[in-house]
């Protein structure tokens, strides 16, 4: 017979059932977010986390410094854009961030100019963005999507590293590379994204997180009553006495 120990199995049972029941539960639309638009209880929980993770990832200050270190330096570089039809607008971004002789063709685009205002106007443009103003950066490139001027600023940037390590501009490759991932990078991941700090949710988070450990030690529990219910329980082996 399968159930060798019939307590423990129906204890094994009902956990797991109830651990389904609430499983499904969170799958249910039943939660809102600020805006009141219903959502399930691990979006709700995704939308916490994300919120939390914004608000530790303001870098904007400590790039602007780093940005201050490149001021007045030329740099004349050539690249090639992995993604050809962002070239145009890369071309556009950087003759309305201070560049000169800009020149695109066939994916590749052609500038020079003052690497602090350029990686400035950059800045001020992940700004915006972090800040979830994308009419700013619409505006300053005549109506262009946001989130496409933030993908131009990182396609143009990312080879820009490479030309900069050969002219052997390493102090500007690393300023180049600050940007990208401090200021470009954020800006774009959490744009629409309402920050939120640790310190302003203690309670919350503690509830979640003890939430977590207690569901989980939930599912195990059900699966070791389950398998002693069926005799499957391990045991420690006696130790053979020599005679």
């Known amino acids: 017979m399968l159930v060798h120990a019939k307590a423990p199995f129906i204890r094994g049972c009902l956990l797991l059932v109830s651990f389904l029941i609430l499983f499904v539960i969170m799958l249910m639309p039943l939660m809102k977010d600020e805006l009141g638009n219903h959502m399930t209880g691990l979006q709700y929980a995704d939308n916490v986390f994300n919120e939390l993770s914004k608000g530790s990832s303001y870098f904007i200050p400590g790039v602007r410094n780093s940005v201050k270190t490149v001021e007045g330096k030329t740099v004349e570089l050539s690249v090639k854009l992995k993604k050809a039809d962002l070239a145009e607008l890369a071309g556009m971004v950087l003759e309305k961030s201070g560049a000169t002789e800009v020149r695109v063709e066939n994916g590749k685009v052609t500038f020079s100019g003052n690497l602090g205002v350029i990686l400035t106007s950059a800045t001020d443009d992940a700004n915006n963005l ?18 496409k001027v933030a993908a131009a ?7 820009s590293i490479k030309e900069l390590q050969k002219q052997h501009k390493i102090e500007e490759a690393q300023v180049v590379d600050n940007v990208m991932r401090r200021a ?15 310190s302003e949710h203690l309670i ?4 979640m997180l003890i939430f977590y450990v207690l569901y989980t030690l ?6 070791f009553e389950l398998f002693e219910g069926m005799g499957l329980a391990m045991t420690k082996s006696k130790v053979k006495q020599e005679s």
């Open 130 to 147: 972090y800040n979830n103003d994308a009419d700013a950066v619409a505006q300053k490139y005549d109506g262009q999507p946001a989130l």
């Open 153 to 159: 600023w990182w396609y143009l940037l990312s080879p």
């Open 184 to 198: 470009i990078e954020p800006g774009n991941n959490f744009f629409s994204v309402p920050p939120a700090k640790v």
């Open 204 to 207: 919350l988070m503690s509830a």
């Open 218 to 223: 939930w599912y195990g529990f059900a699966i």
